[in-house]
Every structure is written in C-alpha cells, then in structure tokens.
C-alpha cells in the first residue's frame, strides 16, 4: 500500500499474477485539520487506520478469503472499536495493572507518584516488543513484515529521485525513519513523560479516598490524554524525519530504527515487485516519475 496525496496504489500477489489498483483516500478531515499541528496527528491516525483496514479487506478480497463483499458501514466500525479496544487493554490496562503489582510488592509508589508512572512506561514498552517478537512467529505476520521491509525500501528507492526498478530498491535500507513503528516508540516515550507530569498534579487537587477510584480515574485521565500523545508524537516524528543528519538527528532516530528491526524483514525479489506495483498506482499514469515493475494486472 502506498499513498500519494487523495489517493493510494494498492499492489497484490496472486497465485498467478500481480494486481494493482489505483483507489481513492478515505478521508473525513477537512483542509483545515489536516494542516493545523498538534491537532492533526490523532485524526490522521484515526483516518490512516480506517483506510489500513479497507486495503486488508480488499487485499483478502482479491485473494478469495471471503465473499467478495467489501467491509463496509457497521462492519467497519465494528472492527475499528474491537482492534481500539485490544490496543487499549495491551497498552494501557494491562501495563497499570503490573505497576499496581509492583506497588503492592514494595518495588514502586502509589498512583500518584512518579515511580509508579516510569514503571507503567517500562511495562508498556516490554509488552509491545513481547508482542512483536511474538507474531513474528506467525508465518503469515512474518510475510506481512518482509512487504512491510519492501515498502521502505521502495521508498527509499524513489526518494533518489532515480528511475526506480527492483535492483535500485534492493540496494536501499529497509529502515525509513517515517515509519508507523517509530511513531509507535514516540508514543511510549511521550505517554511517560506526559503520565508522570501529569497525573501526580491531577492526585494532587483530586484527591479520592478510595484506591479502587483512584485507579480507575487515573486510568480514565490517561485515555483522555491518548489524542494529544499522539499528536504530539506525530508533530515529533515528522519533526525528527526533516531534520539534516548529525549527532541529534541519528540519537532521535535509532531508537525507532531499531525497532523497526523486528517489524521489518528483508524481502525477497517478488515482494519488491509487489511493492513497485502499489507505488506505480499511487503516483498515477500521468507522473513524471519512471517507476519500472513487471507485468501485472491493473483493475
């Protein structure tokens, strides 16, 4: 999957062939939103999950795994709620709830103090590359993430500003420092900074007798601070990606580099391929630029 601009290239593997399909962005931002920083970033994750969803769905459909009826209306929504859902148990639930057995073993302080907030990012952190390192055992997941390797590649094979073929996109990194996992880092690190200043002065002036609505008030005030985490992390991302190479640039960027290690793995010739396809059908017919695949199927 690719974008560009109002639209995305969309690039399959079938059992016999490559399909590419030019489709258009599903946005409900207008101009506005879009362009107006710190309050853009969650609305655009909330937007690029949708249409992440749709591709999947399309993608399956074009393999034959369902009844060739798109997910649309309720189903969508449906999906979206369940996939917010999990992300919230695994993210924000499940690593307050280890803090609390910290606190209950002595080895951190109430809700309230700081310790108690670098515990919960500690747990974060673990929790999401015990899940990564977990699906890359999938077969399927590990697939996902050699096209996920292709994509950067690609790109980075465009941003030469070179013709672009498979052998030049072979030579490229797959690490881009744009990339949804680094933004995923940034969120981790931002979210602790954020919970430690934040939710020790909120306990400061609300102050519940009850440990139980301590914890759970707590747990509601972090979930309202979701949005502007984002949004200050999407600010960041894109912040650190424009910035000229040096000593800061590499110290803001390895980090998420290195994560992007595990969900990246290095692709094979066809994946290149597929990818070319979806970037071809992202710039258009009409683009200045020379993108060279193999032959493949345009719906």
């Known amino acids: 999957m690719m974008r560009n601009g109002t639209a995305y290239g969309l690039g399959a593997k079938l059992k ?64 979206l709620m369940v996939s917010i859902a999990f992300a919230l148990l695994l993210c924000l639930v499940l690593p307050h709830g280890l803090t609390w057995l910290m606190t209950q073993a002595g080895l951190s302080g109430d809700v309230s103090d700081v310790s108690f907030q ?36 690609t790109i980075h094979a465009f941003e030469t500003g070179k013709p672009v073929d498979v052998e030049l996109a072979a030579a490229q990194s797959r690490l881009h420092p744009r990339c949804g996992t680094t933004f995923l880092l940034f969120v981790v690190c931002v979210s602790v900074v954020s919970h430690a200043l934040f939710v020790p002065l909120l306990l ?20 309202l601070l979701i949005a502007p985490i984002a949004s200050l992390s999407y600010e960041l991302i894109r912040a650190t990606a424009r910035m000229k190479d040096g000593r800061c640039a590499t110290c803001l960027r390895t980090p998420g580099l290195l994560l992007q290690k595990l969900t990246t793995v290095e692709p094979e010739r066809e994946h290149l391929e597929v990818a070319l396809v979806a970037l071809k059908e992202a710039l258009g017919e009409d683009s200045r630029w020379q993108v060279k695949t193999v032959p493949y199927t345009r719906l």
């Open 16 to 79: 016999s062939e490559i399909i590419g399909e030019r489709r258009l962005w599903s946005s409900f931002l207008s101009e506005r939103i879009r362009s107006t920083r710190f309050l853009r970033g969650f609305p655009v994750l909330m937007e690029t999950l949708i249409n992440g969803i749709k591709t999947l769905n399309r993608s399956a459909e074009l393999q034959g795994q369902d009844d060739g009826q798109p997910m649309e209306g309720w189903h969508l929504v449906v999906t």
């Open 118 to 153: 670098l515990w919960d990012g500690l747990f974060k952190l673990l929790i999401l590359l015990a899940y990564i390192l977990a699906i890359r055992r999938v077969p399927e997941i590990l697939r996902v993430f050699q096209y996920h390797g292709a994509e950067h590649k």
């Open 204 to 223: 400061h002036f609300w102050t519940p007798e009850s440990s139980v609505v301590r914890h759970l008030g707590t747990l509601f005030f972090k979930l």
